[in-house]
């Protein structure tokens, strides 16, 4: 089952109770199997009562940024479980449904009844990052090694393999928080990412919706965010004193994505434009941007800023 999740855009959490208030206006996410996208919320229908007078089905009405129509269809059966679905309006006609469970974390995005094995060692090794001594040191740190219930550095591991999957599943979350200025990148190699997140601890956010076979409490965050700040550590020279470190391994293709965009850039600063203006071009012309959206993206809501740029830019490119 594709599941998703609505955020406002504070990034609080949007409980279910929320869609059954008046909330026209909300700027909220979408995360489903069509991606993560931005919307805002156009209205509400109620479709079906029960005998009771019951609210069981009401239709969201959204508007896609790209100016789409999509509504999420909720079914309620009466004890506190619901049933999302997404529809979404393309240049054809309305997308089937798509189901998109709203709940309380980041979006797990998965077509197997909502259930993914993570691969620790034994296969595709994702946590091949962190070695067994910075673990154990850990360990040794935040729990005592010889109490019959102390963590192991394999379940520790387990534990990491957790994060660093929500990580490459999340990864347009995390872009978007890059983008928003909520998160930084203080470090990067061939392999890894370095995110600083500020009094906001993601290791611990993504723990608290483990689903595997372990008993995640404080301690075991504890552990697990002490890792993440050696693995910081050991890369770049940051003060963690008053920042939480976030460290990933970068999924497949993202450095393909990055030399692609670095080529167009570069290419077109070639070509005689000014980095502002190679960024307005690339942004809006091959990007499909608009001049207004395009601004607000990159922090500037004076849109005039953009068009400027773009028409000097396409004075000068032949």
Not at 128 to 149: F, L, R
Request: net charge negative.
């Amino acid at each position: 089952m594709m599941t998703g999740k609505l955020t406002t855009d504070d990034s609080t959490e949007a409980k279910i109770a929320d869609l059954y208030a008046d909330t026209t206006g909300t700027e909220v996410e979408v995360v489903a199997e069509t991606g993560c996208v931005k919307a805002t919320v156009t209205g509400f229908d109620v479709v079906d009562l029960d005998s009771e007078g019951h609210v069981v089905r009401r239709v969201v009405h959204l508007e896609i940024d790209d100016k789409r129509n999509a509504k999420i269809t909720i079914d309620d059966d009466g004890h506190g479980r619901f049933s999302p679905t997404l529809e979404y309006e393309t240049c054809e006609a309305w997308k089937t449904h798509t189901t998109c469970e709203i709940i309380d974390d980041i979006r797990r995005l998965d077509d197997s009844n909502g259930e993914k094995d993570i691969v620790t060692d034994g296969g595709e090794d994702i946590t091949a990052h962190v070695d067994d001594e910075t673990i154990e040191s850990a360990i040794n740190s935040n729990d005592g090694p010889d109490h019959p219930d102390a963590w192991t550095v394999d379940e520790i591991r387990d534990l990491l393999a957790w994060v660093q999957q929500c990580a490459e599943e999340a990864w347009d979350v995390y872009m978007d928080q890059i983008e928003d200025a909520s998160a930084e990148v203080v470090y990067e190699d061939g392999s890894t990412v370095v995110l600083s997140t500020g009094d906001f601890n993601s290791v611990a956010e993504e723990l608290e919706f483990y689903d595997g076979d372990l008993e995640v409490g404080d301690i075991a965050m504890s552990i697990v965010t002490e890792i993440h700040h050696e693995l910081a550590r050991e890369r770049c020279d940051y003060s963690w004193s008053v920042s939480y470190p976030f460290v990933a391994r970068k999924p497949d293709g993202v450095d393909d994505g990055q030399d692609y965009v670095e080529a167009i850039v570069n290419g077109l600063q070639r070509r005689g434009l000014t980095p502002g203006q190679a960024w307005a071009y690339y942004g809006v012309e091959i990007r499909g941007n608009s001049q207004n959206r395009w601004g607000n993206r990159k922090g500037d809501h004076d849109h005039k800023n953009v068009s400027d740029a773009l028409e000097k830019a396409k004075q000068k490119l032949p």
